[in-house]
């Protein structure tokens, strides 16, 4: 339900000729072309980059992969999980671990990172060619991977170690060059603070009725908050017990310190600021009714945005748009009566 609203849904098994053949047809129609298949499938098939070039100059091929197409692992098969073990991230993730406690196990990123920013990267990728093709008429590959984007995600952790030939190590939800900007543990559940500067520090310690941590020389400034942040952290946690997260939200909202609850799934969906950004919509599913998904992201001034429908049953547009490039219904009736392509009614 979250994926692929307002698509299109097409199924062609390109493992028959006929079913090769319509594929052909459709992509040598668009502008862009997006697979995600190991490193040599496409080929294969003789739907690879060199020879649909040669056919269509102006398409473009975005290859999105495991781990991109050079290099010793172009040819493996690539998961979320995978690449954000060999892109560091989990080497990253979890609980700051204790002089006492035995090494803890990798934790994986609970989102799919690698997944969902690949696919940003691609998109991003196709656009910056689609600006190349207006100025000269010409595609081009895009080639990105799950690999590549777990590694953009360490840039901070990434610094470090190019500066000192050190890997960092988890830090639960505190960062590694800011201190404190980590959540604490209040009466009723959990906040975030992002006492980032000086001046942010200082205004944590006075709604917390903590001075005496500023005159502690231990605490002075951020790098020897950094030094001694297990300790920062214990003296701290405290004061946060004082009070419900709502009431120290309203604290700190009123001296302009940053913060935030850490809410559930189901708390976020019900949170106004969700609600007035419609970033959880109702749209028509053909099979289902009105079912709730995520809303767009991104707001456009002149031309706005929005989930139409849900996602496709899968086949339920492939009449549609093989009639579109060019196929009769008898045809149609004959590739799906050899199952050639799926054509579902939505």
């Excluded at 493992?15 to 499938?41: C, P, Y």
């Excluded at 100059?57 to 954000?84: H, K, M, V, W």
């Amino acid at each position: 339900m979250m994926m692929n609203r307002n698509k299109r849904g097409v199924a062609i098994n390109f493992r028959s000729q006929a079913g090769l053949a319509a594929l052909r047809k459709l992509i040598l129609s668009a502008d862009v072309l997006v697979e995600n298949f190991r490193v040599g499938a496409m080929e294969h098939y003789g739907l690879g980059y060199e020879v649909l070039r040669q056919e269509k100059p102006e398409l473009i091929y975005c290859s999105l992969s495991g781990f991109g197409r050079t290099g010793p692992y172009a040819e493996r098969g690539g998961f979320d999980l995978i690449a954000q073990g060999m892109s560091g991230l989990m080497s990253i993730t979890g609980d700051m671990p204790t002089d006492d406690a035995q090494e803890p196990p990798p934790v994986k990123v609970g989102a799919p990172m690698t997944d969902i920013t690949a696919g940003i990267l691609a998109a991003m990728g196709i656009l910056a060619a689609y600006v190349h093709r207006l100025k000269t008429g010409e595609g081009q590959m895009v080639d990105t991977s799950l690999f590549e984007a777990g590694i953009t995600h360490t840039y901070w952790q990434s610094a470090i170690c190019l500066a000192t030939g050190v890997s960092p190590g988890p830090l639960g939800s505190a960062h590694p060059l800011m201190a404190p900007y980590q959540a604490f543990q209040t009466q009723d559940g959990w906040i975030n603070i992002g006492a980032a500067n000086q001046a942010n520090w200082e205004k944590l310690i006075t709604a917390l009725g903590a001075q005496e941590l500023g005159a502690d020389p231990r605490f002075v400034d951020n790098a020897g908050r950094l030094t001694n942040l297990p300790l920062l952290v214990a003296l701290l946690t405290p004061y946060f017990h004082h009070k419900t997260t709502a009431q120290w939200m309203a604290t700190f909202d009123a001296i302009g310190l940053p913060a935030g609850p850490v809410l559930s799934i189901a708390e976020m969906h019900a949170d106004p600021q969700t609600q007035a950004r419609d970033m959880v919509v109702e749209v028509e599913h053909s099979r289902l009714g009105p079912v709730k998904t995520l809303g767009l992201p991104v707001k456009f001034s002149d031309t706005p945005g929005g989930v139409q429908h849900g996602a496709p049953i899968m086949g339920q547009h492939t009449r549609e748009v093989l009639r579109e490039i060019g196929y009769a219904d008898g045809e149609i009736d004959a590739m799906a009566g050899s199952g050639d392509i799926q054509a579902t009614a939505g």
